[in-house]
């Protein structure tokens, strides 16, 4: 009876030191806290990463560990952040490939990109753009949008891989225009840059960080850019709805998001370091320089904007014919 008494009131002890967890959320962080970058070191979404736990460190007081884990179409980033605690302590820089195009592009992935992670806020968008061998017939966009035409599906395109955005982008830009082309996966945006320098595949949609040094050394030809507006480290170049394509814009996106189940609190915590952080002009310039524009939003607006990007990406792979994996 004693013991029994004693088990009760360890669990009561037990359940009140949770709650007092829950409700204090000033005591968060308390230890190091990991962030989760799904690519390798050194590009520009690494840097935003690193920009981002800096910034976390040095508001919160706590270390915040960048761990880099590329690899699955971002999925061993994700997977490692749907299975943490429910603390905060993970944080996971979510791409639009782990949260809006992977559900419709695999058969089955290892957790809920709706249900399995908390959102904090929208954190920037990647640029892309259309390039293609300099020595192609076709000096403008129009004329492209012609030579492809007139290919009857015969022309090829590159891109970093199946599914990825740069794939659903051009996918995009050829249902707009009403034609056909032939999709050339390569293992990374650099690889199947180096076929369109060298003519093996006539053009591709590229990740305009990537591309920046072979446009401005005219070692590739640009029609645009991907968004809806024009990039501030290239302002020369046009978007694609300008160049002759009017309505086309895509871009591809990043978010910072934690385990589900995390204490709003800390949430909100979190993304009041974050956001006033990239509305900072030298932090919007040291990343508009590496073609990403920052962006903001709050945790509720991010977990709209999700479901809905959802079901636009669901229709582009459909309307593509892409099979899920």
């Known amino acids: 009876m004693r013991a029994a008494a004693t088990a009760l009131l360890l669990g009561f002890i037990a359940a009140a030191s949770v709650d007092r967890v829950r409700a204090q959320p000033d005591d968060y962080p308390t230890r190091n806290v990991t962030f989760l970058c ?24 706590k270390p915040v560990i960048v761990d880099n884990r590329p690899g699955a179409g971002s999925q ?22 782990t949260l809006a195009i992977g559900p419709s592009v695999f058969k089955s992935l290892p957790y809920d990109t709706v249900r399995d992670f908390a959102p904090i806020g929208l954190v920037g968008s990647a640029q892309f753009a259309l390039i293609a061998n300099p020595k192609l017939d076709a000096p403008t966009l129009p004329d492209l949008i012609k030579l492809i035409k007139s290919k009857n599906g015969q022309m090829s395109y590159g891109t970093s891989g199946a599914s990825t955005p740069h794939h659903l982008f051009m996918e995009m830009f ?35 960080a990537v591309a920046m040094g072979a446009i401005q050394e005219g ?91 959802i079901e636009k990406w669901a229709k582009v792979v459909k309307d593509a014919g892409i099979e899920p994996q």
Do not use: C
Not at 38 to 60: I, N, V, Y
Not at 76 to 88: E, F, I, Q, V, Y
Not at 186 to 208: C, K, N
Not at 264 to 274: A, E, M, S, Y
């Open 219 to 309: 070692k590739v030809k640009v029609y645009g850019v991907t968004s809806a507006t024009r990039i501030k480290a290239m302002p020369e170049i046009p978007t694609i709805a300008e160049a002759g394509l009017p309505g086309f814009a895509a871009t591809g996106w990043f978010s910072v998001v934690t385990r589900a189940g995390t204490p709003r609190p800390i949430i909100d915590k979190i993304n009041g370091v974050l956001m006033p952080y990239l509305k900072r002009p030298e932090v919007q310039d040291r990343l508009n320089a590496v073609a990403i524009t920052p962006l903001t939003s709050t945790p509720d607006e991010l977990q709209k904007f999700i479901p809905a990007e």
């Open 76 to 97: 061993l980033a994700a997977n490692a952040t749907a299975k943490s605690a429910p603390d905060g302590y993970t944080l996971f820089l979510a791409p639009i490939t």
């Open 174 to 208: 050829l249902k707009q225009i009403g034609a056909k082309a032939q999709h050339v996966p390569y293992r990374g945006s650099v690889p199947a840059m180096t076929d369109v320098i060298s003519g093996q595949i006539p053009m591709m949609m590229v990740d305009l």
């Open 38 to 61: 799904p690519f390798p070191a050194g590009g520009g979404t690494d840097l935003l990463t690193r920009l981002l736990a800096q910034e976390l460190q040095e508001k919160l007081g």
